[in-house]
């Protein structure tokens, strides 16, 4: 099936949302913690984390300014903290339902049922039923004009993943910590490590080192 | 297992960079296909690709300014288009491989057994052996300073998806098209659709469409 430029531009918006948020390829899961100064919590599910660097260890992620997520990004401008917590495969069901337009006073964590667990100190809630949980500190935020959206960079300050799913040399395995993978609006994947690469050099054939 | 921010500082740097690159959740993995303006092509592996928008039809990633990433962000912003090929289960090492540092005038198509497939108009290549291929168009690119790295954005102008894994609704079945997923540095994974679920709303609870 190809569509060209055009055929993109005339589709039905549905249509075109389902198909453009499906052709980057899978997604992570995450659920986005927050809380106001006054503490209440809020809490979003966020499929658009993305690696920018490890020295020092900075994630980014995109927040659209509709209501779902606006909470989140006037509580992460107010505080400059968020946590970032793993969709697990036993709470999909909870996580999705993040999504709802629930009124600002409303928490998400009281609407699903997942619980708060906060680290002293910290002032973002994180989610307890979470395997990985990680705490961010905001250092840069943007707002892109091209679509109105916003790209938040936060540095990894902390950082909590079950000590079975971590190997030697710092890798975490994510199936066996039953993160789930997402792709499009709204489904959600389970997987299977086939296989991980030695470092890739231009003299050797490519290796599997497992 | 409990990292602080000192914890992290303190990490040997292979070890770090194993460990963060982890944290984010599934990354999606994609081969860019770029060309300079002789016809010299270029293939990297990349797993930063993120959805920004639907309407307009806009995806940006991160490109790291290190020798295997550099020759694909000179090309993307001297002809300002580029490919994005899935990585299908088939040809994960071939993937891995565009990895390695080869030299400017070696081509990773031919460094990797991948085959260049070129659509009328289109000044970058695209991987015949994908199953999902999108060109895209430039629009934005910025230097992060925080950390050196390059945000680009481009539209999406062509589409390519296997026609029994695109929905009636527009949405992809990324593990019926047989698209892998990254985590962490090296690690590949295939899927499983556990379920995908219908749009959230505060006053329903949440429903599983299949």
Redesign the interface.
Known sequence: ?????KD?AA?E??????????????????LVGTADHDGNTNLAII??????????????L?I?PNPVERHTLDNILNTRCYS?N?VH?TF???A????????KE?SEFT?TGLQEHWVEEFAAPFVLEAS?R?GLEL??HQH?R??D?H?L?GE????????DC??D???????AAG????????????????????????D???R??E
Chains 1, 2 share one sequence.
């Open positions: 099936m190809h569509f060209t430029e993109i589709m918006s549905r249509y075109r949302a389902a198909l453009i948020n499906s052709v980057s390829g899978f997604k992570p899961a995450n499929s658009s984390v993305v690696h920018l660097g490890s020295n020092p260890p900075l994630l980014a995109i659209r970032i793993h495969h999909i069901e909870a999705h339902q993040t999504a709802a337009r629930y009124p409303q609407a990985v990680l250092r840069e892109l091209i679509n959206t790209l960079i990894v300050v902390l950082v909590d993943v079950p000590s971590l190997g040399d710092g890798a975490l395995n994510l199936s993160t789930v993978a997402l792709s499009g609006l709204d489904s959600y994947y389970e997987t299977r490590r086939l296989r991980r690469m030695a470092y890739a050099k231009p050797q054939p490519p599997a080192l």
